[in-house]
């Protein structure tokens, strides 16, 4: 049997649309991740808190909570400095982008999102954390 790309692996995915979490979430379960899905900041912190994700795609503004995919970013680089983090926006601005790289953002993918877009961005990622773990 062929091993899958996200085999051994956990995402965590923010996005307050559940359509998007829905989309997103079964991408990745067929690539073999094991996969949690929040529709709040708070929801993805008690999610990152419990399965210690190895990669986390964070929607940057979301419409309910106080909480923000940029407040997320910085629970986990604080508590989990090794996972990776995708943000998600609709947004194309330079200079948000250089500061959550800044923060520790891996990547940043602009809405709308498309299997290439994510497919590209997590091989990616996933060959690092391999090639790490060998």
């Known amino acids: 049997m062929i091993k899958q790309i996200g085999e051994g692996l956990t995402i965590v995915v923010l996005d307050d649309e559940k359509d998007i979490c829905h989309f997103v979430k079964e991408f990745f379960i067929r690539r073999g991740f094991d996969v949690h899905a929040a529709l709040t900041g708070k929801a993805a912190i008690d999610l990152v808190k419990k399965v210690k994700p190895d990669i986390a795609l964070l929607d940057i503004r979301l419409a309910k909570g106080k909480m923000d995919g940029i407040d997320v970013l910085k629970f986990i680089k604080e508590k989990q400095p ?53």
């Open 82 to 134: 090794q996972c990776y983090c995708v943000m998600v926006s609709y947004v194309d601005d330079k200079k948000m982008i250089k500061q959550l790289k800044e923060i520790g953002a891996s990547d940043y993918l602009l809405k709308p999102l498309t299997f290439e877009k994510i497919e590209n961005v997590i091989k990616r990622i996933t060959k690092v954390i391999r090639k790490g773990a060998s």
